[in-house]
């Protein structure tokens, strides 16, 4: 019986070094534990940590079935950093070397929310939030958004 679960984003990238030093600068990543592959030309296995979470990374291995957004021509997965500044993280991310998708701005819903993708072809949305909405306004606003 599992007692507690965490889900952990396990990103396969091309150049993982360089990956982990864009997640320091962009996210303040702090690597926890850091594999090289048997051959040395590349990480089996990093452990990154952000704030309280964790992700796992690796260098891209075609051969094992691990391939980055690079090879795949894209990701349709998002990963949602939740934050006390949204201004700020993603402006580091900006600066650090992320390409902005959706800029920043105050949404219906109570974050302030943009979106971006790293370097390495990983999408990341980042929220900070601003104030409290109820269900019943968020779909108010929502209904008048799609209405234009």
Do not use: C
């Not at 962009?26 to 940590?49: C, H, N, Q, R, W």
């Amino acid at each position: 019986m599992v007692e507690s679960s965490m889900i952990t984003p396990h990103l396969t990238v091309r150049d993982a070094k360089a990956a982990i030093e864009f997640y320091k600068a962009a996210f303040g990543a702090v690597e926890k534990y850091s594999m090289p592959s048997l051959t040395g030309d590349g990480i089996m296995f990093a452990e990154l940590e952000i704030g309280n979470s964790v992700i796992f990374l690796n260098d891209e291995f075609p051969e094992y079935g691990l391939e980055s957004p690079a090879t795949l021509n894209g990701s349709p997965v998002t990963i949602h950093l939740q934050v006390d500044n949204a201004d700020t993280w993603f402006n580091r991310a900006i600066s650090a070397g992320a390409t902005e998708t959706m800029p920043l701005d105050d949404m219906f819903w109570g974050d302030r929310y943009g979106r971006l993708v790293d370097p390495f072809g990983h999408y990341w949305s980042i929220a900070s939030q601003i104030g409290d909405v109820s269900r019943e306004e968020m779909m108010r606003q929502a209904a008048a958004e799609l209405a234009g």
